[in-house]
Each structure stands twice: as C-alpha cells, then as structure tokens.
C-alpha cells in the first residue's frame, strides 16, 4: 500500500482534541503509519489551557463545546468520531456521564457513532477480561484522587494511584515529559496486585513505552493516546488480521485475535 492512503476509499476516524495537547496527533498517525492500512485520522480541536476542577477548567468541557466539534467533523465523513481526553475521568461524574457525551455527540453529527477516551479505557478493560488495575498519571493529587474515584466507583480495584512528583503546568507542559520521567512513574504503578496499569492522559506521550514496558513487568498497559485509536478501529470495524500489532503492545494485538 502506498504511504498516502486511498483518499477515494480511506475509512476515517474524528477525533476531537484539546487545544493544548501535543501528542495525539503525532502518535496516531504513527500508529496508523506502521499498520499499513487505508484509514485516515481526521482531528480538530477545543480549546483546553488547564487541567483541573475549578469552574474555569470545568467550563471548557460543556457538552455544546463537544457537539459542535463533532459537527465539523462530520464535514469530512467520518465513520466514527471520539473525545480524545480524559475529561470524564477527573470531572467527578460517573460513565453514565461519558455515555450521555457520547450520544449527544452522535446526535449532533447525524447518528455517527461517537466515543471517548473515557469510554474507550472501560471497554479496553472489559475487553480484556481485567478488574485489577492501577494508575500512572502526570496529574495533581487532586485529580489523581479523582481518576482513582471515578475507577473505583465503576468497580475496579485500584490498587495504586501514582503521579509524578512535580505536575507540569500549563498542560502543554505535560507532553515535554522525558521516557525516563515516564517510565518511572509507570514501574512504580507495577503493583503485585494489579493485572493492568492505566496511563490516563492523552497529552502524556507514553504510547511508545507499552511494548518494552509490559514485557519488562508481565502486565497490561492501557494507555490514553493508543486505547482511543484502538476504540476508534474497532467502531469502524478493523479487526486487525493479518498485521503485525506487537509494537503497540497486548490491547492492539488483541485486535488480531
């Protein structure tokens, strides 16, 4: 296949990314790159300066700011379309909320089937048959505890929350992260305990780590950036055969099976 997909025939995916996020982008067409497939990332982006509960940081994430986005993204045809964020994760709202942003996304875009990164970790997790998770993030404490919350309240076992030290700020500052700032926080999450580890954020750009990290430590990593892609190919219906998704570790690889 060429290196330009189709772009008479190509599936494509919408995603809706924060204003202030750096990594999505470039890690999901890279993804999509190595597969070799006919599939193009469509993005387009909301404004998002700030990560936090307070009322300015709340008021990004009204669901009008998400249908709209998804509107525009139906102007280039896609077959699916997602919030690439974890929003829904820190807000203090349970999935019910996340499923009500989803449908009133797919309302908005004429019955396109819509997700969210949210969304996507749960069914990832389900997917996989796993219960037993622990948490690896660039966030406060605050929002850590609430990423823990909202785990917690949908009956996983979280058996370690772990954030850096020092939370980058602004949010464009978390994608700055080095490997080796990453990876720490990562192996200390690696709790005997957990049968996955959850990196949640979409800006913290960790996605290339799952691999060489999951056979280092004999666990799972469901990761922000890699579970949204992996949600939006199997909407559209890719299942996988016949590539080799080994470099994107378990949760893609179970694309193939």
């Not at 430590?217 to 080799?244: A, C, P, Q």
Request: glycine share 6%; aromatic share 6%; proline share 4%.
């Amino acid at each position: 296949m060429s290196l330009i997909p189709d772009l008479r025939t190509a599936k494509k995916i919408g995603f809706i990314v924060p204003s202030s996020n750096v990594a999505v982008e470039a890690i999901t067409t890279a993804i999509l790159a190595s597969l070799n497939v006919n599939i193009i990332p469509i993005f387009t982006r909301i404004r998002v300066l700030t990560v936090g509960t307070d009322a300015t940081s709340r008021s990004q994430f009204s669901p009008d700011v998400f249908t709209s986005a998804a509107q525009l993204l139906t102007d280039a045809e896609c077959s699916a379309i997602l919030w690439n964020g974890t929003s829904g994760m820190f807000m203090g709202h349970d999935l019910e909320a996340d499923r009500a942003l989803a449908k009133a996304m797919s309302d908005a875009a004429g019955g396109i089937p819509c997700s969210t990164t949210t969304l996507a970790t749960v069914a990832a997790l389900e997917h996989l048959s796993i219960r037993d998770v622990s948490i690896a993030v660039p966030y406060t404490p605050e929002l850590t505890e609430k990423v823990n919350q909202f785990f917690s309240g949908e009956e996983f076992k979280v058996h370690a929350a772990v954030r850096m030290d020092k939370t980058p700020a602004p949010n464009r500052e978390i994608a700055k992260c080095t490997e080796d700032e990453m990876e720490t926080v990562i192996r200390k999450a690696a709790v005997p305990e957990a049968k996955a580890i959850l990196v949640t954020c979409t800006n913290w750009p960790a996605t290339g780590l799952v691999q060489r990290l999951e056979d280092d430590l004999d666990l799972t990593i469901v990761d922000s950036i890699g579970v949204t892609l992996w949600e939006g190919l199997r909407m559209i219906g890719y299942n996988g055969k016949g590539e080799d998704l080994r470099q994107w570790g378990r949760l893609f690889t179970s694309l193939a099976q």
